[in-house]
């Protein structure tokens, strides 16, 4: 790709917000787009979003959105590249709406969930479009965000060390450069290349890391207990850490069963092997997870919130499936997901992302599952 000189936003929630201010901050020609009138008219009238720090006072940067509109064909015209941050669930309806109007060469990013692309390439497969678009999703938000109005957003953090997979996984070199350049190392960021979009399921923080203290605290959840902070030690008891590692050798057993390239939970959370006195000294889980970044974070206050709500379906019974789908035993994601069902009534297997609903047969070999991913056939 030559020059980015127009990124589109689908989505006008926290990350959509976060995105295209930061997106516009750089310098690039922005297009909100929204469905609903109401959740981009703030940002029409004021011409932008203004950016609060983490205490929710202005940091001085102001994005100017050049289009905030409910005109997906608008939005998306001349755009070099397409961002679309919202929850999961909405990726399918977002790629359905979106298709008809993608261009030759456009990048298509999906940023919360890893594994998007495979269900934007789902859609665009059943709606018969030919095009050659570049789909990529990230394991997580760029972004620890809030949107705080009509045309405010706070920063509480970047999440500077991002995984990117393609779908198929041969488009990955070309879609890398793409996402150094709207996520430069002189902002800090480090972009990883991801093998497949498998890779980028598997480093879900959210799912390892939330339905653990989530399912283990329930009671003080279900009484609103407004001094419950999801990463604080409180919560987070070795026993409870331990279940969360559990979890996590899980998903790395399915990686190795892909031939993936993968580190552990520990890992991941201080980016690299963490070497204070001697080498190879890897920082415990425990540790890892207790930080003062991520012990501050106050709540969630209820059971019935995206922790639980996303996470299990898009993050856990994922998981499972792919377990099933390999031939890896999943059983501590297997009880945290019945649990949680328990806990809120839901069928979270029956709603949730499936290797199924990503467009895998499970009836294929492990080489046939490998040649989708990297070719995009069988």
């Known amino acids: 790709m030559d020059k980015i000189t127009k990124v589109a936003v689908i989505g006008a929630g926290n990350g959509g ?3 295209a201010a930061d997106m516009a901050g750089m310098g690039y020609e922005v297009a909100l787009y929204s469905r609903f009138d109401e959740e981009i008219r703030g940002v029409r009238e004021k011409g932008g979003i203004e950016v609060l720090d983490i205490d929710s006072k202005p940091t001085g940067m102001f994005g100017k959105v050049a289009l905030a509109t409910t005109d997906m064909a ?19 309806n977002c790629a359905r ?36 678009v570049y789909l990529a999703d990230s394991n997580t938000l760029p972004y620890g965000t809030s949107r705080m109005g009509d045309y405010q957003v706070r920063l509480e953090n970047r999440t500077q060390n991002l995984i990117i997979a393609t779908f198929p996984g041969r488009d990955i070199e070309y879609v890398k450069q793409v996402a150094e350049r709207i996520y430069p190392p002189d902002h800090g960021y480090t972009i990883r290349a991801g093998q497949n979009p498998i890779d980028s399921i598997l480093v879900d923080y959210n799912a390892i890391t ?61 980016l690299v092997k963490w070497n204070p006195n001697q080498e190879d000294y890897v920082l415990p889980l425990y540790d890892a997870i207790h930080t003062p970044y991520l012990e501050v974070c106050e709540g969630p206050y209820t059971l019935n919130t995206r922790h639980l709500t996303e996470d299990i379906p898009y993050g856990l019974v994922t998981f499972s499936s792919l377990g099933r789908l390999v031939g890896v035993p999943t059983p501590y994601s297997d009880a945290i997901i019945t649990l949680a069902e328990g806990l809120l009534d839901k069928d979270f297997r029956g709603i949730g992302r499936t290797v199924e609903s ?21």
């Open 17 to 19: 917000f976060m995105s």
């Open 74 to 92: 608008e939005a998306l015209h001349g755009a070099q590249v397409i961002l679309n941050p919202v929850p999961y669930y909405g990726c399918e």
């Open 97 to 132: 709406l979106a298709a008809p109007y993608l261009e030759e060469g456009q990048v298509v990013i999906y940023l919360g969930k890893g594994g998007a692309s495979l269900t934007w390439a789902k859609v665009l497969r059943e709606m018969g479009i030919k095009k050659k």
């Open 358 to 378: 990503m467009g895998l047969d499970p009836s294929w070999s492990l080489e046939q599952v490998k040649n989708y991913l990297k070719n995009g056939e069988v």
């Open 210 to 270: 939330h339905t653990p203290p989530m399912v283990c605290n329930a009671a003080r959840l279900e009484r609103g207990d407004k001094d419950f902070h999801l990463f604080g030690k409180k919560e987070n008891t070795p026993a409870v850490v331990r279940i969360i590692e559990r979890i996590d050798r899980e998903r790395m057993a399915i990686g190795e069963k892909l031939g993936l390239d993968q580190h552990t939970l520990e890992e991941e959370i201080m």
